[in-house]
């Protein structure tokens, strides 16, 4: 048994205290006078007596540190100043938390050092602090012992389906994005409306648009990935087109308008992203030849460069040099449909003639080769070797769900249209884009 020895105990209490003042006075940079700063009557005087002159026997800094290309955390972390072997077990403490062998160039991390004044000594660590993912954050501190101390801080994740819905001002990108979606995500919803809308014509200012998508979120907000497309909604030129995510029993998910036909139809509409028509199909005056004679294709207006989208699947039938067509590509899909691409400025890796496409997988970009004034794409549509219009042209249907299927799907239509009429779900409206000068 021990003994209770109060004048023990209280000393125990006040000696934390004590040192901590120190500390904070140190790490601060202050020239303070101690008598101040303690309140305790009990103060060892060789403590105080080890701060030396009032002048501070240290300088903290705080260092922020971005890992290079090629770079190993070992020597990112020496690149804060504290010699090789502290750098060495600080990254050992790391390693226990998070994975330092596959670390990317531009990992960010900040860490705060004690240096010297006189430079006798080594620059030491104080703390280091690094967001191992967006719900991780590692810290290493020194504890009042000197030693260093790993703690790892996690935030919980869950899943949330998130309606996001705005009109659109500039283009439907930007209004997605404001309204929160990611740059990928709207990327797919905007080619997806690619099958069934010419961004042309059928987009306006202030017609509106709902988006519905999988995000993981922290306790604290953050969104630490924006996950799958679920819906979407685009209430422009007087009708509204919806499709609806479905996930197909053999095969990847794919999108479905409200009867469960495939949103892909069998060409595109515009296979190019962004873009504008500058030229229909048609008798027309030439814009360098000076003579009227037929334009055998519809051209989109697009900077040398701009993606351009195989309009559905196929076999690249011819890729190179075609007199006015300048660098031209031709992709044959099945059932007697061709289409072709003129004034390309080059192709895409891997696409020459035999390569199969996949529908909206980039095959070349945007160009002025040939005869043209300037940058766009010259798209044409073949029917059994002849031109036709392509806006007219009466191309095949996707897919139609049937049986079980259909049934499935209706039955997650349902789940969705319950969830946009309740307005559950995490609503985002989109931020009033300023009007475009
Ligand atoms: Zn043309």
């Known amino acids: 048994m021990q003994e209770f020895d109060p004048r023990a105990a209280a000393a125990r209490r006040f000696a934390p205290k004590i040192t901590v003042a120190i500390a904070a006075i140190v790490a601060l940079g202050v020239g303070a006078k ?55 077990h600080v990254v050992d403490l790391m390693a226990q938390a998070f994975d330092i062998a596959h670390i990317r160039a531009g990992l960010a991390f900040q860490a705060a050092v004690q240096a010297p004044r006189d430079r006798r000594d080594d620059v030491k660590l104080v703390s280091l602090t690094l967001p191992a993912s967006a719900a991780k954050t590692i810290t290493i501190s020194r504890t009042f012992d000197g030693a260093l101390q790993l703690h790892q801080q996690e935030e919980q994740v869950r899943e949330q389906e998130t309606v996001a819905s ?54 604290s907000g953050k969104v630490v990935e924006t996950g799958d497309l679920i819906y979407a909604e685009l209430d422009a030129d007087g009708k509204t087109t919806r499709f609806y995510r479905f996930d197909r029993k053999d095969g990847p998910a794919d999108y479905f308008d409200e009867t469960g036909k495939n949103i892909k139809g069998f060409l595109l509409k515009t296979p190019v992203d962004g873009a ?13 030849l000076g003579y009227t004679r037929a334009h055998q294709g519809i051209d989109f207006g697009a900077g040398t460069g701009t993606p351009i989208l195989a309009a559905g699947d196929g076999v690249v039938a011819e890729a190179g040099r075609k007199g006015g067509y300048g660098n031209w590509l031709r992709i044959r899909h ?39 004034t300037g940058p766009h ?54 931020a009033p884009a300023s009007p475009k000068a």
Not at 59 to 80: F, K, L, N, S
Not at 276 to 288: A, C, D, E, V, Y
Not at 335 to 362: E, L, N
């Open 166 to 219: 705005g009109e659109i001002r500039g283009s439907l990108y930007e209004a997605a994005v404001n309204a929160g979606a990611t740059p990928q995500l709207t990327h797919q919803v905007v080619q997806l409306f690619a099958h069934k809308l010419d961004f042309t014509r059928d987009i306006q200012p202030g017609d509106k648009f709902s988006l519905v998508f999988d995000r993981k979120v922290t306790e």
């Open 276 to 288: 504008r028509i500058t030229s229909l199909f048609g008798m027309r005056k030439h814009p360098i």
């Open 34 to 88: 101690l008598t101040s700063a303690s309140p305790a009557p009990k103060a060892p005087p060789l403590a105080v007596q080890n701060l030396g002159p009032a002048q501070p026997a240290f300088i903290q800094q705080t260092i922020p540190v971005e890992v290079q290309r090629g770079e190993t955390m070992q020597e990112a972390v020496e690149r804060t100043g504290i010699p090789a072997d502290e750098a060495r």
């Open 334 to 372: 099945n059932g007697g449909w061709d289409t072709g691409y003129g004034h390309i400025s080059r192709y895409a890796k891997g696409i020459h003639r035999g390569s199969r496409v996949k529908q909206g997988q980039v095959v070349a970009y945007v160009g002025a080769t040939g005869l043209a």
């Open 377 to 430: 794409l010259h798209y044409e549509v073949w029917k059994n070797g002849a031109r036709v219009n392509p806006l007219s042209a009466k191309v095949p249907q996707g897919t139609v769900l049937g049986g079980r299927e259909l049934a499935a799907f209706k039955a997650q239509k349902a789940r969705i249209d319950a969830m946009l009429e309740n307005g559950s779900g995490t609503q985002f409206a989109a």
